[in-house]
């Protein structure tokens, strides 16, 4: 029986004990743990609408437990060829092919074409398409209904049927489908379904000497690319960092601190883009870039629910460590690497910038 997700079961035995450890999702559940999970979807849906009630208790019956469970929407993943089905507490009017309410979703991987899309949407309104994920979800009031919607619409991505043809051969299928005929597009795929982000589809960059992501092997994405990127990376950070201070209620100072930050570090990734475009090199970002976006994602979200004093503390220790980083790996790893004379030069550059910003960032600590 699958567990619920995280944060219910941390939610289910806060008080247990102060130890995070006794939070975290065991491999096997315990008899206690899959009755206090299911107590708590019980729970949960109990005050929800009677047709979403209903959508819950039957996915459950033929997929089991959920994986995640929140008070508007209970979600199962990886069950039979879906990537995901999702029971939502609110429902929503949708009068195709005859009225009812849609409240339940299923979504699979699938690659649609773009010139389809106008189609898709043509046919059913319900349907939702993510290219950059590679999904396509139908949301109707039955599981047997998403089915057919999936398939007609993979008809219509295939050039099959038209989208007025499916519209009316879905129609069909369900008058079919309530006189007990069970047609086959109801239920069950008719075509072949890709598993996990096989059939992602991630776009290409449009801001020119932007990075491009660092494929697996390739030598040219070391060097003089990744260096660019890793100052990218850490421009990025600061950038986001400063932006979510400035949306704080704190002193002036600071306030002007970060504004400095997000103009000087905004400005240097722009300036290392023209530079790429002059010496003819793509920023790469290889999993040390990727690292390193990470690190500065966890350090902000460590601190963004803190408030005046604590945020403006919390936010200025920060600054200081990550200048401090940012000028070890400039002097220890990115000069010494550095090939191309224009971009040694622009990266020196770089490191009065961030010593400045250091200086300031140990000024204003000293006066809080």
């Known amino acids: 029986m699958k567990a619920l997700n995280l944060i219910v079961l941390a939610a289910l035995f806060a008080g247990c004990s102060s130890s995070p450890k006794s939070n975290r999702v065991m491999p096997r559940m315990s008899s206690f743990s899959r009755t206090a999970s299911e107590n708590y979807l019980e729970k949960t849906v109990a005050n929800w609408p ?5 959508a819950v208790q039957t996915m459950r019956a033929k997929y089991g437990e959920p994986l995640e469970v929140t008070s508007e929407t209970v979600t199962w993943h990886d069950e039979g060829p879906f990537k995901r089905i999702t029971v939502s507490k609110t429902e929503v009017a949708h009068d ?3 009225p009812h309410m849609d409240f339940i979703e299923h979504t699979v991987a699938y690659a649609v074409p773009v010139s389809k899309v106008d189609d898709l949407l043509a046919f059913d309104g319900s349907l939702t398409i993510n290219r950059t994920a590679g999904e396509l979800s139908a949301r109707c009031d039955q599981e047997a209904h998403n089915i057919l919607t999936l398939n007609m619409a993979h008809d219509v991505a295939q050039g099959i049927r038209t989208s007025r043809e499916a519209r009316n051969d879905f129609s069909q299928y369900v008058v079919d489908h ?3 005929n069970n047609p086959p597009y109801a239920e069950k795929l008719q075509f072949e379904v890709k598993r996990g982000n096989l059939a992602a589809f991630g776009d290409s960059p449009a801001i020119p000497g932007a990075p491009v992501r660092a494929v697996a092997g390739d030598k040219n994405a070391r060097g003089d690319a990744e260096i660019m990127a890793l100052v990218m990376a850490t421009d990025d950070n600061e950038v986001l960092a400063s932006t979510e201070a400035q ?3 704190i002193d002036d100072v600071i306030i002007g601190y970060a504004k400095l930050l997000h103009a000087e570090h905004g400005k240097n990734q722009s300036s290392i883009m023209e530079l790429g475009k002059r010496i003819n090199v793509v920023p790469a970002n290889t999993k040390a870039v990727e690292d390193l976006r990470a690190k500065g994602a ?3 979200a460590s601190i963004i ?3 005046g004093k604590r945020f403006e503390k919390a936010f200025i220790r ?4 990550n200048h401090r980083e940012a000028l070890s790996l400039i002097d220890n790893s990115l000069l010494p690497r550095a090939k191309d004379e224009q971009l040694r030069e622009h990266l020196s550059m770089t490191r009065h910038h961030v010593a400045s910003h250091l200086e300031q960032a140990e000024g204003i600590a000293s006066q809080l």
């Open 247 to 249: 949306k704080k209620s």
């Open 298 to 300: 966890d350090e902000l």
């Open 96 to 98: 195709f092919p005859k």
């Open 305 to 307: 629910a803190l408030d």
């Open 178 to 180: 309530m006189l007990g």
């Open 318 to 321: 920060t600054m200081i460590k």
């Open 50 to 54: 009677a047709r979403p009630k209903l």
